[in-house]
């Protein structure tokens, strides 16, 4: 998803030429494949996107998975960079490395001061340890590798799996089939309640090409050698409930909306504090429902190549 909105902000410029690899093309667990992609390319600069991703019913169910496969994909690739000296590269993380009952909204220096929330922990390590991977190779070899943390991401080419998917894909599929089948109730997991913070796709892609073209002076005087990331969001949030009434609307479906608090809620609030990147010269253009208005456009027009 974002790889590819990365791209539609890159592929009319002129003084860009864009490599890419899909995964059936370039395996990114694998040390010797990512090296020898590297070798051949010649590249120059790298938009590290590639990531395992899911929901909370993956993250629970697939926690070995999600540290494996995101620590040695971050290994290969930042490794490999290096080791062909590309000096420019940027790491995309997750608003989930920070602490559970962090302070909110959550600004960069809440990083590493509490307990992860449980059902994401492997994933959010995985993430942590990609933001020291870059500030280590920046110390010790004078790399400028950065990083931005977005927040809760939604758009073109999300996963709207069923089962596996994040809260905005998954609930837009289950809304829009239970408009089709007439239902009279759409059940979302947990009470509602949660705070959560939403950013379009494409204004995630603008943010991460803003940021590594910052000239290094500016980045370095708004960064720490330590403390490097940079949080990447609306700077506003709504409650899950909010949410699921404003997708209801977009998608048309006028039944009832159900909550069920049996299952897990996640964490109680997660909103960034994008001071540091608004104070850089950049901050949001779309709204939720805008967003999510284009997004089912989407939906509907790809629908056939979902997953079942």
Known sequence: ???????????????????????????????????????????????????????????????????????????????SAH?????????????????????????EDALLTGILESTN???AVAKI?????????????????????????YGENDNFHPENSHVIPALMRRFHEAKLNNDEEVVVWGTGTPMREFLYVDDMAAASVHVMELNKETYQANTQPMLSHINVGTGIDCTIREMAETMANVVGFTGDVIFD???????????????????????????????????????LQNQQNFRK
């Open 1 to 79: 998803m974002v790889g590819s909105a990365i791209i539609r902000q890159l592929q009319n410029r002129n003084d860009i030429e864009l490599i890419t690899k899909s995964r059936h093309e370039l395996d990114l667990t694998s040390q010797m494949a990512v090296d020898s992609f590297f070798e051949q390319s010649k590249i120059d600069e790298v938009y590290l996107a590639a990531a395992k991703v899911g929901g909370i019913h993956a993250n629970n169910t697939y926690p070995a998975d999600f540290i494996y496969e995101n620590l040695i994909m971050e290994c290969n690739i930042i490794h």
């Open 83 to 107: 080791k062909h000296n590309v000096q420019h590269l940027l790491f995309l993380g997750s608003s989930c490395i920070y602490p559970k009952l962090a302070a909110q909204p959550m600004s």
């Open 121 to 123: 922990e492997p994933y």
């Open 129 to 153: 340890a990609g933001i020291k991977l870059c500030e280590s190779y920046n110390r010790q070899y004078g790399r400028d590798y950065r990083s931005v943390m977005p927040t809760n991401l």
């Open 261 to 299: 608090s049996s299952k897990p809620d996640g964490t109680p609030r997660k909103l960034m504090d994008v001071s540091r990147l608004n104070s850089m010269g950049w901050s949001y253009s779309v709204n939720l429902e805008e967003g999510l208005t284009q997004t089912y456009q989407w939906f």
